[in-house]
């Protein structure tokens, strides 16, 4: 197997899709042989100035934005020195300009996407455009991979994947505690408006029938629109995100089916399988195919799927301990990183050699 040095660009250095679609890799492709460097955009994508004054605020903002762009420059001059340049989303949202820069410098790219960005007029171009000039695109799922396959033929879907090992998975054999059921969240600020926002009066109306406490880990404590919810924040960290069998009893993952939503790759689903929590989760994109219903928990659509699923889990230990089992056997033989490393290698090695035929294809 082929080994030589990889660049890879994300958009920070924490963010989910930087963290799950690249970063967690790094330390298994050094031990494959590769020599990794990774990029992420310094200042990061979210920086924001703390000063307080407007104009000041402004102008600190500006000159972050120049300072990420004129290292994003540096990475784009290096780019030449490395046999395959790894690239999540974007370089650094600044329309096309930069990853016109990149494919002068080198073709052997990788470029990878995990969310619909193509549906948003100001990002649209810049997917198209990678997805026209990268030697490979490896979109998280295959609704993304539609899109991918209209401008690049050298395509494979390479799913958002668990490190299984970072996770514990949740203990069963010690007494239930008497007190309610732990219904958990698991998102980013920047999510949890779209997705489990309009959730919250149906999950208010079902804790009106049963006995359980919305649990949502997140970055920032939110406000929430809704007040007749008994709900608690646990604030998310990275060594807490392996320990979510000790944070919930049940993982929600509540989504809306329209053209964005449906390129969500299942990250928290995944995530709570891992933790051997049985999930329920709206059947749109992948969800479908990652749970399995009546197995690893359940999917639903309309408000009674969903208090039917509640029901089932908040008051049967037993089906919990039964879907939360099964989600960690299929997490671990279907979506993770042990599972799709050997892929992503694959990957690496045809496009830093020019082997630039897909295997679909072959």
Known sequence: MYSGSLMGI??????????????????????????????????????????????????HYRAGRA??????????????????????????????????????????????????IFTFPKTEPTVRWMCEHAAWVTPGNAYLAEY???????????????????YTPRSYDEPEPDAP??????????????????????????????????VIVSNTRPTLPVDRLHWRFHPWTAASEGELGTIMDVGIMPLRDDAFQRG????????????????????V???????????????????????????VLVTSARRRRQMGEAGRVRCEREYSLRRWLPVLLDIFDRVATGSHVSRSAA
């Open 285 to 311: 994109g992948v969800n479908a195919e990652i749970a399995l219903d009546g197995c690893t928990g359940f999917l639903a659509t309309a408000p009674d799927d969903w208090l039917a699923a509640l029901e």
């Open 264 to 283: 969500k790759c299942g990250l928290k689903l995944l995530q709570y399988m891992a933790a051997a929590l049985p999930t329920i989760a709206s059947p």
């Open 67 to 116: 300072v990420m762009t004129l290292n994003r420059l540096r990475d784009i001059a290096d780019a030449s020195a490395f046999d395959v340049i790894f690239c999540n989303r974007d370089l650094a949202g600044n329309g096309v300009r930069l990853e016109h820069r990149l494919c002068e410098r080198t073709r052997h790219i990788v470029y990878d996407f995990d969310d619909a």
């Open 181 to 214: 059921v732990r219904v958990g969240w698991s998102g980013s600020d920047q999510s949890i408006r779209q997705t489990l926002f309009p959730y919250l009066k149906l999950l208010a109306d079902a804790q009106a029938l049963l006995r359980f406490e919305l």
């Open 148 to 166: 991918a396959r209209q401008y690049n033929a050298r395509v494979d879907v390479l799913p958002t994947v668990i490190d299984t090992d970072r």
């Open 10 to 59: 994300t958009q920070s250095a924490y963010d989910p899709a930087s963290r799950v679609r690249f970063i967690q890799y790094i330390p298994y492709l050094e031990r494959a042989g590769w020599r990794v460097s990774h990029r992420p955009n310094h200042p990061d994508r979210q920086w924001r100035s703390p000063l307080h004054n407007r104009v000041a605020r402004g102008l």
